[in-house]
């Protein structure tokens, strides 16, 4: 099997949710969402990478996931910015990846369905970005070997935005179903809107 590891990228700082940490908040299935999420992914068979913030500024996502068989990689520098995220989680990747899939850990509806969907239409030359029912691109990306070395290269908070611009020729959508490629949850507000909708979709 093709090694195909899906990088989880978690050090951002939860900045917009006043003092609350997004990716401990419980979801449908009464787990913190980071462990929600890694449980999504490890379950496309691929191997998982988790980037997290310096283990002092939050050491509860540490203990959270010191039991899981995930690659947890500590960036000192994540406060600059998502592209030191994606950095840092490329330079760690297995020594044989041909491929990564980028799952931002705030996007509970990505289901590990939908990570097998855009997984599978890997051809070692398209950068696959999930998309919405109506097409608007969003997330998971996956990024061939290939693009390595430019996404070890990013910096700022703009993650890999320049790359879809100087790719648009390789950029190839892959929808998933509803809005789950472009739900994510930053602010309170996001969550309580996301779980009223969780609770009239189960009505």
């Not at 449980?39 to 496309?44: K, R």
Request: proline share 8%; with cysteine; aromatic share 4%.
């Amino acid at each position: 099997m093709l090694a195909l590891p899906v990088l989880i990228l978690a050090a951002g700082q939860s900045s917009r949710m006043r003092g609350a940490d997004k990716l401990l908040e419980p979801v449908e299935s009464g787990k913190p969402l980071l462990i929600d999420r890694i449980e999504a992914a490890l379950l496309t068979g691929q191997p998982v990478v988790v980037t997290l913030p310096p283990r002092e500024e939050c050491p509860d996502r540490w203990a959270l996931i010191e039991e899981w068989p995930v690659a947890a990689i500590e960036v000192r520098d994540a406060g600059e910015g998502l592209s030191a995220s994606v950095a840092a989680g490329v330079e760690a990747l297995p020594e044989m990846s041909v491929a990564v899939m980028m799952l931002l850990a705030d996007m509970p509806d990505i289901t590990s369905e939908d990570m097998r969907r855009v997984l599978a239409e890997f051809d070692g030359e398209s950068i696959l970005r999930g998309a919405t029912a109506d097409g608007i691109a969003g997330h998971p990306v996956v990024f061939p070997a290939r693009d390595f070395p430019a996404l070890r290269s990013l910096n700022g908070d703009e993650g890999a935005r320049r790359l879809f611009r100087e790719n648009r020729d390789r950029v190839r959508p892959v929808t998933l179903p509803y809005s789950h490629a472009r739900t994510d949850l930053d602010t309170p507000e996001d969550w309580d809107a996301w779980r009223s909708r969780s609770l009239v979709a189960r009505a």
